[in-house]
């Protein structure tokens, strides 16, 4: 099978296993998500925070994007593939982005004029309270917090008062007790009918100093926690944005392998090397993907890749192997009439092979 590859940043992709999904099931997919997108944007318009920002701008304009294909007339002409040819690139922006290259994304939604279809700005805002967090403070998240309370609170994310419980943890750490209190008192309270554990766990960790060895204190205390905040918090923006946690990139490969993974897949003896879900890179994200579901079996020459049935038919050596019949005349005329197994170097007479005949 020929692949079309691109490779960027060292990314690389197949393009072909979208190839075989019916373009009927594409209009589907594509239906169910836009009137899942339609719906997300009208609980987006209630939200008076989020209103007019540039997001529900980007929702927008991908809601036409999709849109767009209830016009074309089948998966074959040009439009179709220009078509393609943007999901595709807004998808490498995606996780260009997700990987922290925003000056590479940037270049690419310029260059193939895709600014309006991605969330660059959205992943600014997401680096720039990211690395706040990274440098242990939470100021920017909590303000960020602060813009979408309504929204959080939908999502009955406890995002906000991680945050103020890590605040808290600091002023512990640097024994201020007083201030520790007078904060538990203005932040943490209102959160006690949901965390009442954890607000008593926090008052008890005054009387333990950063050192202790004692749990649950010692993991309070651990640095950790910050990690931790950093993945709540895009997992929070992430839903709040109705993106998924893995880039969109991914899931789109997940349905073109899991239409191609086969149970001899992965095997270094008999996989094939012409295949997506054998490729070392490729194969990583099919590991988790469900089999291919085949009503009829093709049996493939691993000589030569070709399909072997009556016109190519399979011929056995008398240790049992197959190859097909047009491989392996190739191989006799090229070797005065002599063929040799690949796999067990057994050498013999062509007349020797055996036809096989499936039933
Ligand atoms: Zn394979």
Redesign the pocket.
């Known amino acids: 099978m020929a692949a079309s590859k691109i490779n960027l940043d060292g990314l690389l992709i197949f393009e072909q296993p979208f190839a075989r999904v019916p373009y009927e099931n594409y209009r589907k997919v594509f239906r169910t998500t836009q009137k899942n997108i339609e719906r997300e944007l009208g609980h987006l318009s209630d939200l008076q925070s989020t209103a007019g920002s540039p997001t529900l701008n980007v929702m927008r304009e991908r809601c036409k994007h999709l849109s767009f294909i209830e016009d074309i007339q089948g998966p074959i002409g040009s439009e179709y593939a220009r078509w393609v040819d943007t999901r595709l690139d807004r998808w490498i922006v995606d996780w260009v982005l997700r990987h922290g290259r925003e000056q590479t994304a940037r270049h690419i939604a310029r260059e193939r004029g895709i600014e309006e279809l991605v969330d660059i700005d959205l992943f600014m805002d997401i680096r720039r309270i990211e690395d706040a967090l990274g440098s242990h403070s939470c100021t920017e998240a909590l303000a960020w917090c602060g813009e979408n309370k309504n929204a959080l609170k939908k999502l009955k994310s406890t995002l906000e008062f991680d945050l103020r419980l890590q605040e808290y943890i600091e002023l512990a750490r640097d024994r201020r007790t007083a201030d520790a209190i007078a904060y538990a008192r203005k932040h943490l309270i209102p959160w006690q009918e949901t965390h009442l554990m954890q607000i008593q766990q926090a008052s008890a960790l005054l009387a333990f100093p950063p050192t202790t060895t004692c749990n649950p204190y010692k993991r309070l205390y651990d640095p950790i926690r910050w990690l931790n905040l950093i993945q709540s918090f895009r997992l929070a923006i992430f839903s709040l944005n109705t993106l998924p946690s893995e880039p969109l990139l991914h899931l789109a490969l997940y349905g073109g392998l899991s239409s ?3 149970p ?3 095997d270094p003896e008999i ?2 090397h012409d ?4 490729d070392p890179w490729l ?1 990583k994200l099919g590991e988790e993907v469900p089999f291919s579901h085949h009503v009829n079996s093709t049996i493939v020459c691993r000589l030569s890749g070709k399909i072997m049935d009556e016109d190519n038919a399979p011929m056995a050596f008398p240790n049992g192997y197959v190859y097909s019949r047009e491989a392996l005349e190739e191989m006799s005329a090229q070797n005065e009439g002599k063929v040799k197994c690949p796999r067990t170097q057994e050498e013999c007479d062509i007349s020797k092979l055996k036809k096989v005949f499936i039933s």
């Open positions: 191609l993974k086969l001899t897949c992965y996989k094939n295949c997506p879900v054998c194969g």
